[in-house]
């Protein structure tokens, strides 16, 4: 258990909604991170988050957005959903900024959009 | 640009020795990591590596070399439960991870 939650396991929507996905650090990690991993690829690095600033955003489509909140928790949201957003959504924390932080990944969120 | 190779699949027996190499070409370069995720599960840390040279940790060790964008982990005596995708990332200077495609190993009796 790497101490990184979140919620829900498991989602299943329609193309065209909007969904949210919630991410609770470590206890004392300022960073988060946001994934998402395709079965025919990688993870690939969507948002970071430090302290309730964006800090870093890689390939996040403009129909979804973040936020991390005072108490450091994290949502990911996800509008205008297509087929093609189904895919496994993991949160990770740091302690730091990054450069060099060991990032600690929380158990996923399984998105399913028919 | 960004470019990180991992051979996609490999097997090996249990009891016996392998290495994942992992070759890179990014932007930056502050470190690089292996992860090990079993499938649907997620990725959990086992090494990372910012100088040259081999670190090692119980049976697993990472060696890396910057000057050639090189890295390896090595895995000794194979267990069952080994089996799994092993994800070497380079941390670009804190930008962000850049997670190659993963290796996935297979260990048969």
């Known amino acids: 258990d790497s101490g990184v939650t979140q919620t829900p396991k498991h989602l299943i929507t329609a193309t065209g909604q909007r969904v949210t996905l919630r991410c609770s650090p470590r206890?004392?990690?300022?960073?988060v991170y946001w994934y998402q991993q395709s079965l025919d690829q990688g993870l690939q690095f969507l948002i970071q988050y430090y302290n309730g600033e964006e800090r870093a955003k890689g390939n996040i489509l403009e129909r979804f957005s973040a936020q991390q909140f005072p108490d450091l928790h994290s949502e990911l949201n996800l509008s205008s959903l297509e087929l093609g957003d189904s895919a496994l959504y993991f949160c990770a924390s740091s302690v730091g900024r990054g450069g060099g932080d060991t990032q600690y990944f929380g158990p996923g969120t399984r998105l399913t959009v028919l | 640009g960004q470019n990180i190779d991992q051979p996609t699949e490999m097997t090996a027996t249990e009891g016996a020795i392998v290495q994942i190499n992992c070759t890179y070409q990014?932007?930056?370069?502050?470190?690089l990591f292996w992860y090990q995720q079993h499938a649907g599960e997620a990725p959990t840390f086992l090494s990372y590596n910012v100088l040259d040279g081999l670190e090692e940790k119980g049976r697993f060790s990472s060696f890396l070399s910057r000057s050639k964008g090189y890295s390896y982990l090595l895995l000794k005596e194979l267990q069952m439960k080994d089996s799994a995708s092993y994800l070497c990332?380079?941390?670009?200077?804190?930008?962000?991870?850049?997670f190659g495609p993963g290796t996935r190993l297979s260990v048969l009796p």
């Open positions: 990332a380079v941390d670009n200077y804190g930008q962000n991870f850049v």
């Open positions: 990014t932007s930056g370069f502050n470190g």
């Open positions: 206890s004392g990690d300022l960073s």
